[in-house]
């Protein structure tokens, strides 16, 4: 069997493996999506091509209040552009742990799995990032969103509310599962994650910040926290990949 091969196979099930805490969480919480899409009144199978088509919490939550208000589509629209804006941030972040001959089908076809649990997972890879090691990761997680959808949407209104809230918040907690192990193995990961946090805060309590949308007060925290640690602690990038490739 041809190495170049067999080394990417294995670094595909890695990925799988990294992945399926994604993949259990995202059932968890696309399950309570599920049954608000039939509240909606969506059937099942729209629910299940909503979540197979676009992997995104925030931005399908807020599609299906525009879907419930009647909204426009240029409304809908808009609304998923700004709050999946930070995507492009977090494509732009792994881009830079690619190899530089990275071929472009593989950069597109990563940009397609990205979210905040599998950037989390993949941003804190040591050294060279696998675009194979991605996509373990999105095998997992894309069926834990869309069955999950799938089968609140088929269950329907059978969980009491407290039930269902409680699932919504298990991807919180799954992405401070991910945050913390990085956080306290680095003091600098430690002051950014508090400084997102204090900032986060900081927009939405004080009166005139707390009018900006969600998805664009994300963007602004992210610009100010990262583009600060980048300044205040910048990493060599020759020294980063020389700890090891996936």
Known sequence: MNRTFLRQLITFFQGMYAGIPIGLGYFAVSFAFGIQARAAGLSAFQAFLLSGTNLTS?????????????????TLA????????RYCLMSCALSQKLDPQTPFFHRFLMACGVTDEIFGVSISVRGRLSPYYLYGQTVV????????TLSGALAGNIL???VTAALGMALYGMFV??????????????LVVLAAALLSLIFYYTPVLSTISAGTRIILVTFLTAGTAAFLFPMNPTKEASHGRN
């Open 177 to 190: 599962a991910i945050v913390v192990p990085a956080a306290k193995q680095d003091r600098k990961i430690l």
């Open 78 to 85: 808009l609304t998923q552009v700004v709050i999946n804006l």
């Open 58 to 74: 925030a931005g399908q939550f807020a599609g299906l209040a525009v879907i419930q208000s009647a909204g426009a589509l240029a």
């Open 141 to 148: 997680a894309w069926p834990g969103w869309a069955f999950g």
């Open 160 to 162: 009491p509310d407290s």
